[in-house]
């Protein structure tokens, strides 16, 4: 079952290489050239999903592995595959207006809260 765990794991970076990627595209299309991170706001935006992506995956790739140790492989894995929605609905909230990336801001919050928290708890029962 842990397999699942390590499948999931490499969705979400795969996830993350093709916001990169979409990165890339989003220079060429608004021309900003590298290495600057500004200039429009279309791209910024962009390129926010990929950062903001790298920042959570910080959390999550740790608190999904352990999670799935001490808690539960399925629910982590449940969990892993809501960030991963999360992210997704993130990128597209936040790709069209800034404003609307709170559902996906929300989705993946609370995935790697209950992930972190679990562990901690699991680790003592």
């Not at 500004?38 to 999903?49: A, C, H, K, L, W």
């Not at 959390?59 to 449940?78: D, E, G």
Request: aromatic share 14%.
């Amino acid at each position: 079952m842990q397999e699942y765990t390590v499948v999931i794991a490499m969705l979400a970076l795969l996830q993350c290489i093709y916001f990169s990627m979409r990165v890339g595209d989003a220079r060429a299309k608004f021309g900003v050239d590298a290495p600057a991170t500004t200039g429009n706001t279309d791209f910024e935006r962009i390129n926010r999903v990929h950062y903001n992506t790298i920042e959570q995956l910080v959390i999550f790739m740790p608190a999904l592995f352990t999670f799935s140790t001490y808690v539960s492989p399925l629910w982590a894995q449940v969990l892993g595959v809501a960030f991963i929605i999360g992210r997704f609905v993130y990128s597209k909230g936040y790709t069209n207006d800034a404003k609307k990336r709170a559902p996906g801001m929300i989705i993946t919050f609370l995935s790697n809260v209950v992930l972190v928290v679990g562990t901690i708890i699991g680790v003592f029962i």
